[in-house]
T-cell receptor
């Protein structure tokens, strides 16, 4: 089983739709979770952190389910500008050097259609 | 404040040639890392550094060397380029060595080895 798994998509949704992505992780000791956005041929950029109680940033809602070991990203009222690849990032337990292994998912591609 | 600067943006190498990808950050971050991104594979960690003079191997270190003589710079050296090293390379930095804070990425280097 991969450490972090995402549905690659693409998810093709009309403008104004609500879309949700899930990301599962295998290491139950994982401590930090993030969603990054990557536009075509660009670098990844932080979209939002994921907190245990769930968190919202405008049209974006992130949730964490530790029992089932997945995080989710919900996008409401999709805009054309939301078209991108969304990467989930999971940080594991610190190793002996104090470094937490950072694992990126392969990304889920979203295409918002006019 | 430039953030993370990577050079070059594009490079074509012949098999067996060597080269150095440059990475510099001006945010005084302790943690820096190099990733490669291949279709369907996600971002994979090559090498990382938790401070000047300290480096360690990531997931796919073979064929690459790094050094960290200053906090600002973290160059990646390809010793003898192979077609399997054709990829997009990203340098990243973050404030925390624990992987709990946002990672800032350079714009990437698209490398083709022929």
């Amino acid at each position: 089983r991969k450490e972090v798994e995402q549905d690659p998509g693409p998810f093709n949704v009309p403008e104004g739709a609500t879309v949700a992505f899930n990301c599962t992780y295998s290491n139950s000791a994982s401590q930090s979770f993030f969603w990054y956005r990557q536009d075509c041929r660009k670098e990844p950029k932080l979209l939002m952190s994921v907190y245990s109680s769930g968190n919202e940033d405008g049209r974006f809602t992130a949730q964490l389910n530790r029992a089932s070991q997945y995080i989710s990203l919900l996008i409401r009222d999709s805009k054309l500008s939301d078209s991108a690849t969304y990467l989930c990032v999971v940080n594991g337990y610190p190793n002996s050097g104090g470094y937490q292994k950072v694992t990126f998912g392969t990304g889920t591609k979203l295409q918002v259609i006019p | 404040n430039a953030g993370v600067t990577q050079t070059p943006k594009f490079q074509v190498l012949k098999t067996g040639q060597s080269m150095t990808l440059q990475c510099a950050q001006d945010m005084n971050h302790e943690y820096m890392s190099w990733y490669r991104q291949d279709p369907g594979m996600g971002l994979r960690l090559i090498h990382y550094s938790v401070g000047a003079g300290i480096t360690d191997q990531g997931e796919v270190p073979n064929g690459y060397n790094v050094s960290r003589s200053t906090t600002e710079d973290f160059p990646l050296r390809l010793l003898s380029a192979a077609p399997s090293q054709t990829s997009v390379y990203f340098c990243a930095s973050s404030y925390s060595v624990l992987g709990t804070t946002e990672a800032f990425f350079g714009q990437g280097t698209r490398l083709t080895v022929v």
